[in-house]
């Protein structure tokens, strides 16, 4: 302990010489409330191993995790601090369990500090840099991949970085103005189009820097909460009193603006999920996974977002209805597109149930789609408000009327919702039974089960799936797959997220002995329960494996409970007794065997795959070469593979963040039946017509 602390001693004063009198003029914040921040820390520590589902402690195992996730955010992109900088901070690592038990919180201030120094160096060097030529000859490369770059070693090597990085923003610029030009039919002048991108790329830097300086004391200290909450599990979070608008956008969505969910990872503003039926939905090119780098007006310069916190961003690409917004975003494949949306006010009836009748040979199916369990709760307890399972029950009914002889059940996109709805729509397929098994950190368990023992439809079913389908549609996928009620069909797996989350305000849990009046403490959202399948299996990081496996353009995208950072492992528990419907699914081995047949014939699922594959490819080539004409090219190989299989990139609306996902005070709609442009997207959707076949496969079978 001893040789440690020197070690710290050490490294705070190389430090403070190396900063100069920077890090001295940012050490006293008076907004800062330091005993506020002494208790939240404290009760994280006391609070969270006694409420969490896992038996993590906080010891310095957690404390080395906390750390890690902290230095990520700090600076994820390794544009600002050096070598010595993230030893020094490492120096506060092992320290971090003990200072949150006694209330002496130290590393958010010494991050703060180093932070604050670096950006107006890393300002300075970009200053220097911009008013000197950077042209285009050469040819230099670029590594755009963080996790595989070192932090800087010196000012000199940190100069470099900023200078390829400011490189790659011009050429990039400079195509972008290019290729407006061209389509505007300008005449194009090389040095005037380059003088151009180069002033356009001087503001942005101007504004992103004055974004940063906006960072406060206390953002750092919210952060490194959220860091400590994060390391138990990837959905236990701390959330600022000012944070809780964004929780409400993940949570509801917003009613105005694009209709995308939002969050910050890693420096980044990422796309969660697309609201069915909002401006973002419509345009359709905007997905879940992409990352948005920079926002402008219709006619105004972009803004970059990279580092730009969350509530500033949605403050940004939000706006009046019937404005547009471009923005530019990073495809998962590490692709590049200028999107523009036209703001509007979301169309809440495209959340709600959708139905269809399909044909193929001469068969009519039913088609349902089931974007979210929503539920009304404040109105249920009046015996009024819209419900998913009432809307599942009713397109079913109107289904068998039609004469179908089987129904794909469409939970794609589905990131979960109500656990009521999951369990009640499981109960519209089989007689009564369980559904899922519910465990918390003490061990007790809980079956929900369907009591009722009305069976709303017997058919034929398949059940659509993808990696985006999460936590509460991952429930009822795995309860129909395990009663052998269904086939479940879809990539790999599902996302894997098999637990429960409850919020928990800080301000109603204070110690007695703090007499004292705080301001808003904010809230903590804790993982304390655990989903089990019937069959004892969780649904927990391995998700749902589908019976049939068709091919996917993100297969090879890492997305899912499985890649996030210390997420609960998956486990087996005791299986509870329930009957199955083997009658139902057939020779399923037969089944899948005539798909993978279909799958290698299939024009559109063998292009898929091939696209799959050069993605992969694609999103593994992270360096990049700094010459016009190479990123000239590539743009045009992107754009030709983007129109190849545009028709096919499904719209992913990945929702892992938390359940139940409640949607509250839903207005009144209209039933909403299928209408021309919906039936034409299922009409050229690849997987539903491979669901159509299964379905066919299974219908001949059963009338053997």
Known sequence: MKNSKLHLLSCLILTILLLGPAILSAQVDPEVDEKRNKLIGYMLGKQLPSIHYSDKQVDDELAQAAFDLYLKQLDFQKRFLLEQDAEYLGSYATLIDDNLLRGTIALPKAGYDIMAARIDQAERLVDLLMGSAIDAEGVETMETDPEKLDYAVDENDLKQRWRLILKAEIMNRYLDLEEEYQAEGKTIDQQALWTEASQRVSKRFKDFFNRLHQETLQDHYDRFFNAVARAFDPHTNYMAPDRKEDFDIHMRGSLEGIGALLREEDGYIK????????????????????????????????????????????????????????????????????????????????????????????????????????????????????????????????????????????????GGGSLVDAVDITGLFIDQGPVVQVKNSQGMKRVLQDDDATLVYDGPLVVLVNRFSASASEIVAAALQDYRRAIVVGGQHTHGKGTVQTIIDLNENIPLLHLRRYDDLGALKATIQKFYRIDGGSTQYKGVVPDVILPSLFQNLKSGEQYLDYSLPWDQDEPVRYDSYSDKVGDLQTIIDRSKARIKESADLVLIEEEAARAATRSEQTVIELNLESMRAKRAEEKQAREKVGAHYSRLEEDDLEDPGVIDELPESPESGPDEDWLSDLAGDPYVTESEMIINDLVHQLRK
């Open 271 to 414: 796309v969660v999920r697309i609201i069915p039926g909002s401006a973002s939905a419509r345009e359709g090119r905007l997905q879940a996974e992409d990352i948005i780098l920079a926002v402008a007006e219709k006619d105004g310069e972009p803004v970059e977002i990279t580092d730009m916190r969350l509530r500033d961003a949605v403050r940004l690409i939000r706006g009046p209805k019937g404005t547009e917004v471009r923005l530019t975003v990073r495809k998962p494949d590490g692709t590049k597109d200028i999107i523009a949306i036209s703001r509007d006010v979301v169309q809440i009836e495209e959340t709600f149930v959708k139905h269809a009748v399909l044909e193929a040979q001469g068969t009519k199916f039913g088609y349902i789609r089931i974007p979210s369990f929503y539920r009304d709760f404040e109105k249920s307890r009046f015996g009024q408000g819209r419900n998913s399972t009432k809307d599942t029950r009713d397109a079913i009914l109107e289904l068998r009327n039609q004469g179908i002889e089987g129904i794909i059940l469409d939970l794609r996109n589905n």
